[in-house]
Every structure is written in structure tokens, then in C-alpha cells.
């Protein structure tokens, strides 16, 4: 998909709207009201008033509530708003809009993921569980006709700017994926000093604002597990091929390596709301400019 399907401003829909990605690309949204539209927000239901806030805010047509039981509070405050309930009322929003950003936290992600690309829309996914446990039915619909998927985790967005520049040369001419990870609060730390840390601790990312399951998992390396899991799935490259190196100061996204020996990295601050941006805007640019490096600043 390169432009909206009925001309005008491209209508977005947002699963997960009151979480971390969620929020950040309402910011993107409003940073170029004149190219993007919300017309549909989905959320769990536990900050029911802050959903009804960005509901008023964006204008959405339709209001999903995964929890049944905070639905009618939802619909009582949005009258006129199409509202919707339970996970198939969340889910059903991947139809609603040319572009469907999956910001759901967790495997309840998946039907997003699935109804998104079944309807033929492009799928924004943030939603890294989907490919992780559910790629067989992922695989089933993703090659439906107007279907897209362009990740926004930081990494494989990074990872699909990068493929770009391989053009028409085949894809054998991939040697390999590079993707970074910042190491976390604990980098550094012996076994012994890992023994008393806290939630707290964990939570304390050096460099990343994400919601709280991503950061605990992030502070553990678990999510970078699951992210070489989700490169190969994306971009159907062998774990073999897929590398993982320490970069605490998460400027270097990651990198594709080339067999002729070139490396291509996607290098910028670490800011959420430039791969949001670019899986908005793909094949074009954002016009806003988000983690835009100071090239002239020592260190």
C-alpha cells in the first residue's frame, strides 16, 4: 500500500492506543494532521478514561474495549462512537483503516495481526508475539493481495530500511543480520550483584521509553530472544545469519551485512516515533523529523 485507498489523508487505525507505542504514534499523527487521520482506537480497557480522551482528541469513528466490563463506560461517554467490545470488537479494528498500528501488548495481539492482513491492509507491528507464536497462521494471510507488514521495533525497522538499498540484486546477496541491544540497567553487573535486583531496577532502562512488560523483558534480554525470532520470521533469513552484538548507546539500530563485504547500518537517537513514523509513511518519509542525530556535537 503507498497511498490512502480513497485519496485524502491515510486513515489509521490503533490497536493498543493508551499503551507506549500507542501513545507515540498519536504524536506522530498529530505532528502531520494533513497526512494522517484517525479513524479507529482499540485498547484493553484498563485506562478507560484516557481511551475516551484520545477518542474526543482524534475524532475516531469506532472505540474497541477488550474487557466487556468497561465497554459501556466507554460507549456512555462517546455517544455517536461506533463501540465495540471484547477481543473481536478489538480485533475487528485492523479492517477499519489503510494502515493498522498493533501496539497490543502480548499474544492478545495476534487477531489484530491476523484480521489486519486478511482484510489486506498494511499492518504497523509492533506486536512482536504475533510472528512469535502464531507465524503458521501469520503466514497464512500475510500474502493477502494488499497485504504489508513493516515492523516498527526499533531493530527491524532499522532491518527493513537497510534491505532496501540490496535494490534487484537477489536476496542471496544478504550474508547477514546485525541486531543491536543496548544491554540494559544490568550490563556489566557479575552474578552475584544480579541476585538482589528489583523491579524497580529492571524498569530503569538507560535508553529506551517503552511500556513496562518491554522494559522488564529488554532489562533481562529476554526480548532480544524473541526479536531474532521475529527477524527470521520477517525477513525469512536463518538463525544462523541473525547476530546479536552490545551497543549500549542504542544509536546503531542494527545492521545487514552483504556478501560482498559492505554493511549497511540505520543509525539515529533512540526514539520510538521514528519507526512508528517510517511504517506510517513507507515507501515515503515523515516530513517531522524524530531522533535526529547532532552530528556536530563531540561524543
Known sequence: MTAPSGGGPVSVALAGSTGSIGTQTLDVVAAEPDRYRVVALGAGGGQPDLLVEQARRTGARVVAVADEAAAPAVAAALPGVDVRAGTAGLASIGSEADVCVNGVVG???????????????????????????????????RDTPGAEIVPVDSEHCAVHMCLRSLGEAPA????????????????????DELVDVTVEDALA????????????DSS???NKGLEVIEAHELF???????????????????????????????VSMPDMRLPIGYALAFPDRLGVPFGRMDWTTPG
Do not use: C
Not at 542471496?172 to 552474578?191: E, H, N, Q, W, Y
Open 172 to 191: 542471496d546477496r544478504l550474508a547477514r543480520i546485525v541486531l543491536t541491544a543496548s544491554g540494559g540497567p544490568f550490563r556489566g553487573r557479575t552474578r
Open 107 to 141: 499474544f492478545a495481539g495476534l487477531e489484530v495481526t491476523l484480521e489486519t492482513l486478511a482484510a489486506g491492509r498494511r499492518l504497523a507491528l509492533a506486536n512482536k508475539e504475533s510472528l512469535i507464536a502464531g507465524a503458521p497462521a501469520v503466514r497464512r494471510v
Open 236 to 266: 525469512d533469513v536463518d538463525y544462523d545469519r541473525i547476530d546479536v552484538v552490545v551497543h549500549p548507546q542504542s544509536i546503531v539500530h542494527s545492521m545487514v551485512e552483504f556478501v560482498d563485504g559492505a554493511t549497511i547500518a540505520q
Open 220 to 222: 533481562t534480554l529476554m
Open 205 to 216: 532502562h538507560p535508553t529506551w521509553k517503552m511500556g513496562p512488560k518491554i522494559t522488564v
